[in-house]
């Protein structure tokens, strides 16, 4: 499976964007980059995915570089609820989904 | 939220003794997995299900077997539990594009 390097964590204030990369250099044209975050005490929950193409949905924006090598996922406004650790994690849309989780990326955020 | 529920949420046991963790969904999801998150790590893959009675072996299935006799429940065997099975287990099932979890069940093993 292909693997994603994300930072360790990061910091951002309440209600400023936040941008989250991720590297995937290794990518095959059949993946697809999906985001998941975990909030404490609780499972993953999907946040948005995307193949080539730049994508929005109501949580986030998903940027993807033309090269798909790279991938950042943006929170527009950060609110508290949104401090949880985000994983960058390539997979497929048919068949199983074997999900492969690095450690991800904790995100803080400061009142 | 695809109506996911795990059973038990906590459990302490003993080593060497059998446990057997349930995963419930409602919306008829084909794919379901089982997942262990150790402190300070992401998620795992343990076994996973493509259908009743389908089921093939993940990254970490030493120790573990599962059993799924109808759609909705995924059963988790720990046919003698270790102290190295102490984790948090999460089942997932999947939609179209994603995954929805489960809340996840702490177990302990003494």
Redesign the interface.
């Known amino acids: 499976d292909a693997k994603t390097t994300q930072p360790n964590s990061m910091e951002s204030n309440e209600e400023e964007p936040v941008h989250l990369p991720c590297n995937h250099s290794t990518i095959s044209g059949t993946d697809?980059i999906?985001w998941?975050r975990q909030l404490p005490s609780?499972?993953?929950?999907?946040v948005i995915?995307g193949l080539t193409s730049n994508v929005n949905n109501r949580m986030a924006s998903l940027a993807i570089a033309e090269d798909r090598k790279s991938s950042t996922l943006i929170l527009h406004r950060a609110t508290l609820r949104d401090a949880a650790v985000y994983?960058c994690i390539l997979t497929t849309?048919q068949?199983?989904?074997?999900?492969?989780?690095?450690?991800?990326t904790r995100l803080t955020i400061n009142p | 939220d695809a109506g996911i529920t795990q059973s038990p949420r906590h459990k302490v046991t003993e080593t060497g003794t059998p446990v057997t963790l349930r995963c419930h969904q409602t919306e008829n999801h084909r794919?379901m997995?089982w997942?262990r998150q150790d402190p300070?790590?992401?998620?795992?893959?343990i076994h996973?299900s493509?259908g009743v009675k389908d089921t093939?072996k993940?990254?970490v299935s030493d120790g573990y077997s599962v059993s799924r006799s109808k759609t909705e429940d995924f059963l988790l065997t720990l046919e003698s539990a270790t102290s190295s099975q102490t984790s948090v287990y999460?089942c997932?099932t999947?939609g179209?594009?994603?995954?929805?979890?489960?809340?996840?069940t702490r177990l302990t093993v003494t």
Do not use: S, W
């Open positions: 697809y999906h998941y609780q499972g993953p929950e999907y995915h994983y849309i068949g199983a989904q074997k999900l492969v989780f690095g450690q991800g | 794919y997995y997942y300070g790590h992401g998620l795992r893959l996973y493509y093939d993940g990254e999460f997932a999947q179209t594009y994603e995954q929805y979890f489960g809340p996840g």
